[in-house]
């Protein structure tokens, strides 16, 4: 053979030779990645365990009195609306009640929002409206109520008795006492 045809012939195994190197690389890379590569799977199952929520007002009773002109009474098939009705005629006529509030659920609450009416300047001069747990402390944002308890609240409406003649009402005022108590699922800054 002559030296041209020699050369083609050493080029062509070389090039032959790079050919197999590159498939003998891909295949051991193939290999490589296929060793090297997991599957991780997680597999599981949930259940959903059945829960109430059902935050009211359980056990009315009027605790003290001087006037008979007081009733209160569950808002009819509403257990979350209290109404109260009361005249106070004279002076130190006061009425005052009792209500237990009740989480007859299976989740704890939470209080996250106590709104009261405030009474205006002339109406603070001769009525006192106070909302407070019946051990007298008052009632707290972030107040916990465990799921199947309860907690008693005093609610008491009085016509102050020390006054000037200039502080008495002049006419008839029909006052509307309000109180909102806004319960929620409770977290971990819920105070039992």
């Known amino acids: 053979m002559n030296n041209q045809g020699q050369g083609q012939e050493q080029r062509k195994k070389d090039n032959n030779s790079k050919l197999y190197l590159v498939l003998l690389l891909i295949l051991c890379m193939s290999v490589g990645f296929a060793v090297l590569s997991t599957t991780l799977n997680i597999t599981g199952s949930t259940s959903i365990k059945k829960n109430t929520w059902k935050v009211q007002f359980e056990n009315i009773q009027e ?40 989480n007859k659920g299976t989740i704890d609450a939470m209080l996250t929002s106590v709104n009261k009416s405030q009474l205006t300047a002339d109406q603070q001069k001769y009525l006192t409206y106070t909302v407070s747990y019946a051990d007298g402390n008052n009632l707290t944002v972030k ?43 409770a977290d971990s800054t819920a105070n039992y």
Do not use: H, M, W
């Open 63 to 102: 605790s003290a009195s001087n006037t008979q002109s007081g009733t209160i009474a569950l808002a009819t098939g509403d257990p979350t609306r209290l109404n109260f009705s009361v005249e106070l005629a004279l002076p130190g006529d006061f009425y005052e009640f009792t209500v237990d509030i009740a």
């Open 143 to 185: 107040d916990g109520l465990r799921a199947n308890a309860s907690k008693k609240v005093k609610v008491r409406v009085e016509y102050n008795k020390n006054l000037n003649a200039t502080d008495l009402p002049t006419a008839l005022d029909s006052i509307t006492c309000n109180l909102s108590l806004v319960f929620q699922q």
